[in-house]
Nanobody, 112 residues
Framework: QVQLVESGGGSVQAGGSLRLSCAVSGIIFRLSGTGWYRQAPGKQREWVAYISSGGVTNYADSVKGRFTISRDNAKNTVSLQMNSLKPEDTAVYYC??????WGKGTLVTVSS
């Protein structure tokens, strides 16, 4: 059974930082690409970042230069370091393993 469990969400003021983590089990993690998505209130879920099994990263333009995705294959975790947070980053953040595996999400709230 595949499980993805996010942690690290919370409330922070604009300009602050948070680090999200996702613990993955039930798959051969080192062979899987992994990503983060987010869904703001009243909006559709959007892609944020992706890291391939080989460590190649990609970011949405809205977070490029502020967010960093990384993975630890020894711990079966993927992390999202979020710096210079903005109120528009407020959303529930979801960990995703293609194609259909999702975590339950963790809430990030950024106040101005």
């Amino acid at each position: 059974q595949v499980q993805l469990v996010e942690s690290g969400g919370g409330s922070v003021q604009a300009g602050g930082s948070l680090r999200l983590s996702c613990a993955v089990s039930g798959i051969i993690f080192r062979l899987s690409g992994t990503g983060w998505y987010r869904q703001a209130p009243g909006k559709q879920r959007e892609w944020v970042a992706y890291i391939s099994s080989g460590g190649v990263t990609n970011y949405a333009d809205s977070v490029k230069g502020r967010f960093t995705i990384s993975r630890d294959n020894a711990k079966n975790t993927v992390s999202l370091q979020m710096n210079s947070l903005k109120p528009e980053d407020t959303a529930v953040y979801y960990c995703h393993v293609p194609t259909d595996y999702w975590g339950k999400g963790t809430l990030v709230t950024v106040s101005s």
